[in-house]
């Protein structure tokens, strides 16, 4: 039995270097996503701001003209006031005067209101760009590394997969039988070691006896807390 505990051993480290290296890959997928997210909200904030140049602009351009329409008009009533007959007639080209000339100023106001905005937005939008050109960078170089890790995690893991392969091959019928149940219940943590007299996957605290038997490696020990299969820790007493 102790050369199959010696395989469930060997198979523990296999397990947790697998883990170690996906586990890597998946912290390193994770960080590359979260950059790509930055970069999306860069973009977005940029499109949006974009989008507001373009608005205010329009606008500008728009009250640019009512502007000059408005001067057009005063222009024209203006003309006017030496041509009337009457008083009356005088009096009401003058007060179209008035509205026109307000008509101008509220135009104008606008035009400065939106030259503000334009110029405001103009710096947004090169900050942003220049943000948006640096994540891009950092994503790019980010993507590349992380295919590069990932390929050769990838041929690590196929390559300790056939290793493992070979020790589950090695394991007595009831053996890896057990290994299997247990493993399809808990997954890659099937195997775990005693830790301080307890399991390492359900920290039970074993009988003394258990984890005696353990040690000695004479027979298969199940946890009864938890039922994964229990090993001695390496370099330990159990």
Same mark, same amino acid.
Request: charged share 35%; aromatic share 2%; net charge neutral.
């Given at each position: 039995?102790?050369?199959?505990?010696?395989?469930?051993?060997?198979?523990?480290?296999?397990?947790?270097?697998?883990?170690?290296?996906?586990?890597?890959?998946?912290?390193?997928? #994770?960080?590359?996503?979260?950059?790509?997210?930055? /970069?999306?909200? =860069?973009? &977005? %904030?940029?499109?949006? $701001?974009?989008?507001?140049?373009?608005?205010?602009?329009?606008?500008?351009?728009?009250?640019?003209?009512?502007?000059?329409?408005?001067?057009?008009?005063?222009?024209?009533?203006?003309?006017?006031?030496?041509?009337?007959?009457?008083?009356?007639?005088?009096?009401?080209?003058?007060?179209?005067?008035? #509205?026109?000339?307000?008509?101008?100023?509220?135009? /104008?106001?606008? =035009?400065? &209101? %939106?030259?503000?905005? $334009?110029?405001?937005?103009?710096?947004?939008?090169?900050?942003?760009?220049?943000?948006?050109?640096?994540?891009?960078?950092?994503?790019?170089?980010?993507?590349?590394?992380?295919?590069?890790?990932?390929?050769?995690?990838?041929?690590?893991?196929?390559?300790?997969?056939?290793?493992?392969?070979?020790?589950?091959?090695?394991?007595?019928?009831?053996?890896?039988?057990?290994?299997?149940?247990?493993?399809?219940?808990?997954?890659?943590?099937?195997?775990?070691?005693?830790?301080?007299?307890?399991?390492?996957?359900?920290?039970?605290?074993?009988?003394?006896?258990?984890?005696?038997?353990?040690?000695?490696?004479?027979?298969?020990?199940?946890?009864?807390?938890?039922?994964?299969?229990?090993?001695?820790?390496?370099?330990?007493?159990?």
């Amino acid at each position: 039995m102790r050369d199959q505990i010696d395989r469930l051993q060997q198979l523990r480290q296999l397990d947790g270097t697998i883990r170690s290296l996906s586990g890597a890959v998946s912290a390193r997928e #994770t960080d590359l996503q979260r950059k790509v997210t930055e /970069e999306n909200l =860069v973009r &977005e %904030a940029l499109s949006s $701001e974009k989008a507001m140049l373009g608005a205010t602009q329009s606008k500008r351009r728009q009250a640019d003209i009512e502007v000059e329409t408005s001067r057009e008009r005063k222009a024209h009533f203006e003309k006017q006031l030496t041509e009337v007959k009457t008083n009356v007639e005088y009096q009401a080209l003058l007060r179209e005067i008035a #509205t026109v000339e307000k008509s101008i100023r509220e135009w /104008e106001d606008t =035009v400065l &209101e %939106a030259m503000e905005t $334009e110029e405001t937005t103009q710096k947004n939008v090169k900050r942003l760009a220049a943000d948006l050109a640096g994540k891009q960078k950092v994503v790019q170089a980010e993507r590349e590394q992380f295919e590069q890790g990932k390929q050769a995690a990838d041929q690590q893991v196929a390559g300790l997969g056939e290793q493992r392969d070979d020790l589950v091959a090695k394991l007595s019928v009831p053996v890896r039988s057990k290994y299997e149940r247990v493993r399809q219940a808990k997954g890659d943590s099937a195997i775990v070691a005693v830790v301080n007299g307890s399991c390492g996957g359900c920290h039970y605290k074993l009988p003394p006896q258990t984890a005696a038997e353990v040690r000695h490696s004479e027979r298969l020990m199940i946890c009864e807390g938890c039922g994964r299969i229990l090993v001695a820790a390496r370099g330990s007493d159990g």
